[in-house]
């Protein structure tokens, strides 16, 4: 078992995380080669996704067992509404995309699944359970977004997006998180560990899956 809960959970997940790095999405992204429409599609999709994220950071807000991590995650869903909403905003333009159109749009299958799941998760499980899945949002974009860094995109818009999510401020907001998964380890039974670690996994199989759904363009089959 190791001292870093964080270590751990990660250990979990590497193979999932491999495998993202090797989607065609960001692999698009980094070349420049992404169709403008399915990231305009994602974009979209993402901006629908992070409302129910910050709904989710603001319940586990209300059930944290002290008053730093209360106002740690509160502050994060606020910045979430706030800080998305520029970067969506100006991404929308630049993909020539009507913002009353963006706001009309339906969640595709995987995004009403995957917040779905976060609701559910943050709602009715236990408060480490709640870390448990939204980390992965947190984590796997930081690690991603330096990753796409070290490449690099020749488009534009994308590299926005990639500086967005390898900055140091990012970085400091994703540290803070993985600061109170490591602080709540020691305290677990085997049996609570374990639920942590699964919801981090499914969250982390749901970041691959919202990648993927953007990359497909992802309607509803009936």
Request: aromatic fraction near 12%; hydrophobic fraction near 45%.
């Amino acid at each position: 078992m190791s001292d870093r809960f964080s270590t751990e959970l990660w250990a979990g997940i590497t193979g999932i995380y491999d495998a993202i790095l090797v989607h065609p999405f960001l692999l698009g992204l980094a070349d420049g080669s992404l169709p403008q429409e399915a990231f305009g599609f994602y974009v979209v999709q993402d901006a629908l996704y992070l409302q129910s994220y910050a709904k989710a950071l603001a319940i586990i807000a209300g059930r944290a067992p002290d008053t730093a991590a209360i106002e740690m995650f509160a502050r994060h869903a606020a910045d979430v509404i706030a800080v998305e909403s520029t970067l969506h905003g100006t991404l929308l333009a630049d993909l020539g995309i009507d913002p009353e159109v963006a706001e009309q749009a339906q969640p595709a299958p995987t995004t009403v699944a995957y917040t779905s799941y976060l609701l559910a998760t943050a709602a009715t499980g236990s408060y480490p359970e709640g870390v448990g899945a939204v980390l992965p949002c947190y984590w796997i974009y930081w690690d991603v977004g330096k990753e796409l860094l070290r490449r690099g995109s020749p488009e534009p818009r994308y590299q926005r997006w990639i500086d967005m999510y390898s900055g140091e401020e990012y970085g400091e907001v994703v540290q803070s998180v993985l600061d109170v998964t490591d602080q709540l380890g020691p305290a677990l039974s085997a049996a609570e560990r374990a639920k942590v670690h699964r919801h981090f996994r499914t969250t982390s199989q749901y970041e691959w899956m919202f990648w993927d759904m953007g990359y497909r363009e992802e309607s509803w089959p009936v």
